[in-house]
C-alpha cells in the first residue's frame, strides 16, 4: 500500500504532549463546529425588521456549506496525508473564517455575498480543517482511538453551544443587519484555529504511547497501532473494497435520521409536545450538549463493545425514538426522545473516524475518512428536505418520523454485514500484485 516518507511524522527532537495536541484539535473543532448555530442567524434573516428571507432561502447558505464540507475535507485529506496536519489545518481554517468574515459584507441585496462567503468558503475551509484532528490524533491514541476522536469531534458539536447565545447578543446589537454579527464571529474563529493548528504535528512513526501493550487495547489493530504498516490502504484501495461503501451508508443514514429532527426540533417540541417558543428555543439549546456528548459517549463505548455494535445501537435508538415521538404529549418525554436522538447523531461521528482506522489503517486516514464524509453532505441535505416535504403545511409529524424511524431500523442491516478487510499482509500474492496496478 504506501510507504512513502511524509513531513512531520518523524523528528529527532523529543515525542510532543500528545494531550497538549488534543486540546489544541478540540479548540479548532470548537471554532468550525459553530456552523451548527445557524439557525440563529436564520431566524434574524427572515424578521421583517432585517431582510424579511423566507425559510427557504435564509437555509440555502447553511445547506451549501454543509454540502461543500465532502470537497473540503477530501481535498484536506489528501494533503494531509502527504505534507503533514499542520498547514491543511492552518489553511483549512484561515478559508473558514475570512469565508465567514466576508458573509459580514452580505444584505438584502447581496444575498450571493453570503452564499460565496458562509456557503462556498466557509463550508470548504470547515470541512478541510474538521478531518485534520481526526486523522492526527487517530495516530497518537493508538491505545484509545474511540474516545480520542470522540473527544475531538465533541468539540465540534460543542461549538454551537458557545456560539449561539454569543451570536444572538451581537445580532441584538443591530437587528436591522444581523449578518454585521458575523465579523467579530470571523475574527475569533480565525484567532482559535491559529492558536490550535500551530501546534498540530504528527507523531513518529510507529509511535506507541509508553505501556502500551496489544493487550491493553484489544480494540486497536496492528493497522491502528501502527506496528504494521503494510495493512495499511491507500484510498484508492479502500473504494476497491465494499466495507467502505458500507461504513458510508451508515454514516449516511445515520445523519438523514438525526438531522431530520434536528432541522424540525422546535417546531415540532411545540407542535407535538406543547413547548411554548421560548421553551423550545431552550430545549434545542440543551439538546446541543447531547449532539457533544454522544461523540464522546459513543466513541468511548465503540473501544469496548466493538464498532459494529455500536453502529447497530447508534441506528436502533434513533430508529425507536423517532417512532415514539409524535405520539407523546408529554414534554419532559418529548425531550429524553429527542435527547436520545441527538446523542446517537452525535455518537456517529464520535465513532465512525475510528471505525474507518480500525478498518484501513491510519496512515491515510485523512483520505479515505474524508471521502466517507460525503455521507455527512448527502445526509445533511437529505434529511430535513425529507422530513420537511412528509410533514408539510398540515404538519403530518406522524408521516414524517415513521418514515424516517423505519429508513433508520432498516437500516441496522448494515453494521451486521460489515466485516473489517483482509490486510494486505495477509492477501495472496495475485491479489497484492492487483492493488498496486
Known amino acids: 500500500m504506501t510507504s512513502s516518507a511524509v513531513p512531520e511524522r518523524t523528528t529527532d527532537q523529543p515525542v510532543a504532549n500528545r494531550w497538549v495536541i488534543l486540546v489544541a484539535g478540540v479548540l479548532v473543532q470548537l471554532a468550525i463546529g459553530a456552523v451548527y448555530a445557524w439557525s440563529v442567524f436564520a431566524k434574524a434573516m427572515q424578521s421583517d425588521e432585517a431582510f424579511g428571507w423566507s425559510k427557504a432561502q435564509a437555509a440555502v447558505p447553511f445547506e451549501l456549506a454543509i454540502g461543500m464540507i465532502f470537497i473540503g475535507s477530501y481535498i484536506g485529506g489528501r494533503i494531509q496525508d502527504r505534507r503533514g496536519p499542520r498547514v491543511v489545518a492552518l489553511t483549512g481554517g484561515i478559508i473558514y473564517s475570512i469565508g465567514v468574515m466576508i458573509a459580514s459584507f452580505a444584505d438584502a441585496d447581496r444575498f450571493w455575498i453570503l452564499l460565496l462567503g458562509y456557503g462556498v468558503l466557509g463550508g470548504f475551509g470547515l470541512g478541510m480543517a474538521y478531518i485534520v484532528p481526526i486523522a492526527m490524533l487517530q495516530k497518537w491514541f493508538p491505545d484509545k482511538p474511540g474516545l480520542i476522536t470522540g473527544i475531538a469531534v465533541a468539540g465540534f458539536g460543542f461549538g454551537a453551544v458557545i456560539t449561539a447565545p454569543l451570536g444572538q447578543r451581537l445580532i441584538a446589537g443591530d437587528p436591522s443587519m444581523p449578518t454585521k454579527a458575523f465579523l467579530p464571529l470571523g475574527i475569533g474563529y480565525l484567532v482559535a484555529v491559529v492558536i490550535g493548528a500551530v501546534l498540530f504535528r504528527n507523531p513518529p512513526e510507529g509511535y506507541r504511547p509508553p505501556g502500551m501493550t496489544d493487550t491493553a487495547a484489544p480494540t486497536a489493530t496492528a493497522a491502528t497501532a501502527g506496528a504494521e504498516p503494510d495493512a495499511d490502504f491507500t484510498a484508492s484501495e479502500a473504494l476497491g473494497t465494499r466495507q467502505w461503501y458500507f461504513l458510508t451508508a451508515i454514516l449516511t443514514l445515520s445523519v438523514t435520521a438525526g438531522i431530520s429532527l434536528i432541522s424540525v426540533a422546535a417546531g415540532s417540541a411545540s407542535d407535538v409536545a406543547g413547548y411554548s417558543a421560548a421553551a423550545a428555543a431552550s430545549l434545542v439549546g440543551v439538546l446541543g450538549l447531547f449532539n457533544g456528548g454522544g461523540r464522546i459517549l459513543w466513541g468511548w463505548l465503540s473501544d469496548r463493545v466493538g464498532k459494529m455494535p455500536a453502529f447497530m445501537g447508534i441506528l436502533g435508538i434513533q430508529g425507536v425514538c423517532l417512532l415514539l415521538i409524535p405520539h ?35 496512515r491515510n486516514a485523512g483520505a479515505i475518512y474524508g471521502l466517507m464524509l ?44 460489515t466485516k473489517k478487510p483482509t490486510p494486505r499482509a495477509a492477501r495472496p500474492v495475485g491479489t497484492r500484485a492487483a492493488a498496486r496496478r
Open 328 to 362: 407523546v404529549s408529554s414534554p419532559a418525554l418529548f425531550a429524553v426522545l429527542a435527547a436520545l436522538v441527538y446523542l446517537c447523531y452525535g455518537g456517529a461521528f464520535g465513532t465512525m473516524p475510528s471505525t474507518a482506522g480500525r478498518f484501513f489503517g491510519v
Open 374 to 417: 460525503i455521507g455527512w453532505s448527502i445526509g445533511g441535505v437529505v434529511g430535513p428536505l425529507l422530513i420537511s416535504s412528509l410533514i408539510g403545511e398540515d404538519k403530518a409529524y406522524t408521516l414524517g418520523f415513521t418514515v424516517v424511524g423505519v429508513i433508520a431500523l432498516a437500516g441496522m442491516a448494515l453494521p451486521l454485514v
